[in-house]
């Protein structure tokens, strides 16, 4: 397995969080989509994806429900819940505050995207 | 908030299905491999890629189910049954680690419940952590317990500031007495009128004092205990208010106390302290100060006070020169000295079955975890992790612990009764025992802790055993050094430590066989004894007293049924009066080198009475004692200590009093058996008889041999003379000298017990590290059997081990028994202190017992079939 660089304790649900605002996904699209976005940047390890989507439905941040894929498979899509969508811009929040400040403290200036 | 608790309390309850998430990782394989083949892999190739990039799907699948919340609540259930089935199947093991913990948690509690109660729980009164009782301290003789007068009472209550109560008390004995109720002796305390709103106490009848009360010229009032009140009136409401005459002088009743109260200690009634023109002297010392401190105000700040106080009064008035104060808790003050001594020496010696305790416990945990390591090891290789395994053994200490606590509670519980009702004629009444139960808690973590200690520390190193290697050879080589090494010692200090507290018990043993075998020339059964106590009102002289007595003892001897009757100062073994005496042509000098001995005033006929032989000349007459006829009988040992090598007959003495008064010359009239007059003294002083008549005391003790229950009769015949004299203190001899010896009794008891648990517990121990050494050695044993070794070199081969185990820890044990039988030696209970045949005798069973431990898995390994043996594993 290629390497992925390192994601930093609970960034991977950041991520998950932040796909799935955008529409209810199934495990092998939210895989796909988080390496496409950062360009084969970040390669998720189902060994990983899984226990942070369950751990996401334990929390009741998303919620699972099977339905039909692309292809007309069964699949277990997850979308987000109200309370998850909250979560989410939480999370963004800290986020933001702790890469500007460590922007600073690294010297860069980073741009703000939101 | 509330939707996300609702979620996360779903999925503690339901679980998912294992289905749903194979099918989810399916669909996932399947949508990789898909996209491989769209990539232009063949299908194989993608299928084998897809899998690679996947990893474990069993890693995958726990990991997502560790994410439920609760998850681990599954497996603990698990670990308890796991655990329990553990319990059950090695049920013996099992049951010797909980009754050990049982006896050292219990026994530690009650014994710690016992000393708090005695030594420091503030007394059970509202403010009792306050409560202290203040008494006149003479410095040059180290005596803190002088009482105090009432002008400087009065005078310390006036100037002092720290206390919110200052009262005093008077004790004495009184005679009470009306129509129609037989006269009695009770225990009063003339006290100040505040004393019961001190202890915030209220009537349950009538009234307490009112502050008038103590005034002089107040009329004469009197509070009944509850117990008096249920005994002497029958409970009945309208004894207030009724005349009663308190050794002859008339009083009312004002009230009754409730249950249970008797403050200070053991008091039955109480009436004011009313100033009289001979307590107003400075020098007539009667009073004992109780009183409560103000909140805030410590001990050390209440007695710079008083001394400073006490200091002022001492340069002022001649009778209080050198005089100071001492404050005390009343633990302090009541229980010090040899009390507290038997109370230590008790803390020390379940101190040491808590050790002992502990030991075993360690012993048997570890010699257990090596036979589990090949268990660990087993489970460690299927996949459990080292924080599982731990957990395991947690679980399993814990249920077997709570096991034990259990039962410990109980023991202590029944322990604390058992002691409440030994000493419940004795002890003050002050004294609450109650079950504490935060020792106990202290205690339960202390053994639990120590079983964890060495149950896990052993299994956790052998969990990180080289699993092969273990599961290859079995336990039996790992590890047995360092385990066989550290329970050798733990054998060792066990048995030293038990042999300490068997020659202790064994001490105790022996000075209540003694008590029980003093004086056996007396029938104490069918001995009756009971005191006299004339009033000084009614008898004003040595004339009055004597004519009383010598037209008493008539009339004992007429009495139905008495065979023989006496009148003495003390009845045998029941104490004596000491006296310096100057023998006849040989003057000492100095008066404090004068040799002291102890008598007893007596009537003629007392020999007779307690069977007390005559060696040599003759018993009193009734001409002796009287002027010009000062006699005296000494006892043999007596003789042989102040005649030695001379015949005692004809030579002459004299006494001096505590003024230094030289008396009469007294010439010896005859020479008895040797008698055991004070059972309590280790060294008793040389005993001698003298007439009554030489003494003509107002208090007597009228002895009677009879073979029904004279008491009645008794009483009769001192009231056919004086109906308003009560008699004292009635007692069978045997029962009046049982309770001379109660604290050998209870206290020999509880070391008794205490070393016996200790026995049984070193060697339960000795037997588990034998046993296991033995079983590790099986085959080893086999080989040699069946090479030729006959049983005897098999036994020796096992015991070896053990027996120099229990001989270096006896030679440590005896090393520590002397000083600790050096501090037995202080109690003044007639405890004769280290005896040679104490040590030699506990020893010798210590041994026997031990050796007892060792041989019975010796003679299970002696008798192995060889054959079974070499294949044993």
């Not at chain 2, 008096?228 to 004894?239: E, H, K």
């Not at chain 2, 105790?508 to 009033?535: E, G, K, Y």
């Not at chain 2, 000491?578 to 040989?586: N, V």
């Not at chain 2, 040797?674 to 003509?696: A, G, S, T, W």
Request: hydrophobic residues 45%.
């Amino acid at each position: 397995m290629p390497t992925s660089t390192d994601l930093l304790q609970g960034t991977l649900d950041l991520l998950i969080l932040q796909t799935l605002s955008l529409e209810p996904m199934h495990g092998w699209g939210v895989a796909q989509r988080i390496q496409a976005v950062s360009k084969d940047a970040l390669q998720i390890g189902q060994g990983s994806l899984y226990p942070a989507l369950y751990r996401l439905e334990y929390k009741g941040w998303v919620k699972a429900e099977w339905g039909n894929s692309e292809n007309n498979r069964r699949a277990k899509f997850y979308r987000l819940t109200d309370a998850g969508r909250r979560q989410l811009e939480s999370e963004l929040e800290t986020w933001d505050r702790l890469s500007a400040a460590i922007g600073l403290v690294l010297g860069r200036t980073v741009e703000v995207s939101r | 908030m509330i939707s996300e608790l609702l979620t996360r309390i779903r999925f503690l309850v339901f679980r998912k299905k294992r289905s749903e998430f194979d099918e989810e990782l399916r669909f996932h394989l399947e949508q990789s491999i898909a996209a491989k083949v769209a990539e232009g892999l063949p299908a194989a190739e993608a299928r084998r890629q897809s899998m690679v990039e996947f990893g474990g799907v069993e890693s995958a699948r726990d990991e997502c189910e560790r994410q439920r919340p609760g998850w681990w609540l599954g497996t603990v259930a698990q670990d308890v049954r796991y655990a329990l089935r553990g319990i059950r199947a090695h049920r013996w093991f099992s049951a010797a680690i909980i009754v050990t913990l049982a006896l050292g948690i219990g026994l530690n509690t009650m014994v710690f419940t016992l000393v708090n109660a005695v030594l420091y729980k503030p007394v059970p009164v509202p403010g009792g952590d306050r409560l202290v009782s203040i008494q006149n301290r003479l410095a040059s003789r180290g005596d803190t317990g002088i009482p105090v007068s009432y002008p400087d009472f009065e005078d310390f209550r006036a100037q002092t500031t720290q206390f919110e109560w200052f009262e005093a008390t008077q004790d004495e004995g009184v005679v009470l007495s009306e129509n129609g109720n037989p006269p009695h002796e009770y225990h009063v305390a003339y006290a100040t009128a505040g004393l019961f709103g001190m202890v915030q106490t209220k009537a349950l009848l009538g009234r307490p004092f009112a502050p008038a009360d103590d005034h002089a010229g107040a009329p004469p009032v009197v509070v009944l205990s509850y117990k008096v009140w249920r005994d002497r009136y029958a409970g009945l409401q309208s004894v207030i208010g009724h005349q009663v005459r308190v050794n002859g002088q008339p009083a009312t009743v004002i009230g009754v106390m409730p249950e249970g109260f008797s403050f200070p200690s053991g008091v039955e009634l109480w009436m004011p302290l009313v100033p009289t023109p001979d307590l107003a002297k400075r020098d007539n010392r009667q009073l004992r100060i109780y009183a409560i401190r103000k909140p805030g105000v410590t001990l050390r700040q209440a007695n710079v006070e008083l001394n400073g106080i006490a200091a002022r009064l001492a340069s002022q008035f001649s009778a209080d020169k050198d005089l100071g104060v001492s404050v005390l808790t009343f633990q302090q003050r009541f229980n010090g000295g040899s009390i507290r001594t038997a109370f230590l020496l008790m803390l020390a010696a379940v101190g040491f079955v808590l050790l002992i305790a502990c030991a075993d416990v360690a012993n048997m945990m570890l010699s257990r975890s090596l036979v589990r390591q090949r268990e660990m090891s087993i489970r460690t290789a299927l996949g459990a992790t080292r924080w599982r395994l731990i957990r395991q053994l947690l679980i399993e200490s814990v249920l077997l612990s709570t096991a034990g606590g259990v039962l410990g509670v109980g023991l202590a519980e029944s322990g604390v009764h058992w002691f409440d009702f030994s000493t419940q004629t004795i002890r003050p009444s002050w004294i609450e025992f109650t079950m504490d139960f935060t020792v106990f808690g202290y205690f339960a973590a202390l053994c639990i802790l120590c079983g964890l200690l060495f149950g896990i520390a052993p299994a956790l190193r052998s969990s990180k055993l080289d699993v092969a290697s273990v599961l290859k050879d079995g336990a039996h080589s790992a590890g047995r050094r360092r385990g066989g090494w550290l329970s050798a010692c733990l054998v060792v200090f066990q048995f030293a430590l038990t042999l300490v507290l068997l020659t202790g018990a064994g001490i105790f043993v022996r000075a209540l066989l003694t008590s029980l075998s003093i004086n056996p020339f007396i029938p104490s059964t069918q001995v009756t004894t009971a005191r006299v106590q004339l009033p000084a009102t009614r008898y004003k002289d040595d004339d009055s007293r004597e004519r009383f007595f010598d037209e008493l003892l008539p009339r004992l001897r007429e009495l139905p049924g008495v065979s023989s009757a006496g009148i003495a100062s003390d009845p045998p073994g029941l104490g004596t009066v000491g006296q310096q005496i100057e023998l006849e042509h040989a003057p000492i000098a100095n008066p404090a080198q004068r040799p002291w001995i102890s008598f007893v005033a007596q009537t003629p006929g007392y020999l007779e009475t307690i069977h007390l032989p005559l060696l040599q000349g003759r018993d009193f007459n009734d001409t002796d004692g009287s002027a010009h006829h000062e006699a005296a009988m000494v006892t043999r040992d007596a003789a042989a200590h102040l005649w030695p090598g001379q015949n005692p007959m004809g030579k002459r003495f004299r006494t001096f009093d505590d003024k230094n008064k030289a008396s009469d010359w007294i010439t010896v009239v005859g020479i008895t058996a040797d008698l055991v007059q004070e059972i309590q003294e280790n060294d008793p002083k040389p005993l001698f008889f003298v007439p009554y008549r030489q003494k003509k005391w107002d208090n007597m003790a009228l002895v009677v041999e009879s073979s029904g229950d004279p008491l009645q009769s008794m009483r009769k015949a001192v009231q056919s003379l004086d109906p308003e004299l009560p008699i004292i203190d009635p007692f069978r001899l045997n029962d009046a000298i049982e309770h001379q010896t109660w604290f050998l009794r209870v206290f020999g008891r509880i070391f008794t017990g205490f070393a016996l648990i200790a026995m049984m517990m070193a060697s339960v121990g000795i037997y588990a590290v034998i046993a296991h050494a033995t079983s590790s050695r099986t085959q080893e044993i086999g080989v040699r059997l069946a090479l030729g070794a006959t049983m005897r070199n098999i036994l020796l081969l096992v015991m070896k081990r053990g027996l120099w185990q229990i001989g270096v820890g006896l030679a440590v044990g005896l090393a520590a028994a002397f000083p600790f039988t050096r501090a037995m030696k202080s109690l003044p209970f007639g405890i004769a202190g280290s005896d040679p045949t104490v040590f030699v005798v506990v020893a010798v069973a210590l041994a026997l017992v031990g050796m007892f431990a060792c041989w019975l898995p010796a003679r299970r390994a002696a008798g192995l079939d060889p054959v079974k043996a070499i294949r044993y594993e």
